[in-house]
């Protein structure tokens, strides 16, 4: 496989939320903007990739809601005062997909059903799949990514353990992001 992506305008990034953006609560949920905590450096990360990637999305299963933990305006003005947070480093995230469904639902639009990516295809029909990075810190992220012909990098404590086998590059942090498409790839 060729192990080089060369990242331009056409490319679509793909971010998971919690864990990759913010901090995960360990058997809980961010129900509120308090509980919201950006992990080290993610508002920088993603400004630079707002200069490299045409389209950016969040794509992130939150059944806190289809639990009745937290409504969907709740979840409403945490994205929206990430995406402000964001903005004020320069960095931008076109748009936030969330599935509220709960795991054992019938008619899931979960990941790593493909639903969510679909929905994106439909807003920004330029998003080319087998142009595009899902940023995952989980088996159904890049089971989702793979089920739509994107690039996967998995963001895990443990590189080079993990059993992603639909992984294309793994590490610690979406700081990291930034030198994996440096050294792996060009940007144009």
Same mark, same amino acid.
């Given at each position: 496989m060729e192990n080089k992506l060369i990242i331009d305008k056409s490319w679509t990034l793909f971010l998971d939320r919690d864990g990759v953006i913010n901090k995960r609560l360990v058997d809980d949920y961010v129900k509120s903007w308090d /509980? $919201?905590?950006?992990?080290?450096h993610v508002p920088e990360t993603i400004a630079q990739c707002s200069a490299w990637f045409g389209t950016i999305v969040v794509v992130t299963n939150q059944q806190g809601i289809g639990? =009745? %933990?937290?409504?969907?305006? *709740? %979840?409403?003005?945490?994205?929206?005062?990430?995406? &402000? /947070?964001? /903005? %004020?480093? =320069?960095?931008r995230i076109d748009k936030v997909y969330y599935c509220p469904k709960l795991k054992d639902e019938i008619l899931n639009c979960r990941k790593p059903l493909p639903f969510m990516? %679909?929905? &994106?295809?439909?807003?920004?029909?330029?998003? *080319? $799949?087998?142009?595009?990075?899902?940023?995952?810190d989980s088996i159904s992220d890049m089971e989702f990514g793979e089920a739509l012909g994107?690039?996967?990098? #998995?963001?895990t404590p443990n590189p080079n353990k993990s *059993?992603?086998?639909? @992984?294309? #590059?793994? @590490? @610690?942090k979406l700081q990291d992001l930034t030198s994996i498409l440096q050294d792996k790839g060009g940007l144009q």
């Open positions: /509980e $919201f905590q950006f992990l080290d639990k =009745g %933990l937290m409504s969907d305006a *709740d %979840l409403n003005n945490i994205h929206n005062k990430m995406i &402000a /947070e964001i /903005e %004020l480093k =320069g960095g990516g %679909l929905e &994106a295809k439909k807003d920004f029909p330029v998003i *080319d $799949f087998n142009k595009s990075v899902m940023v995952g994107m690039q996967n990098i #998995f963001i *059993d992603a086998k639909v @992984t294309r #590059f793994e @590490t @610690t």
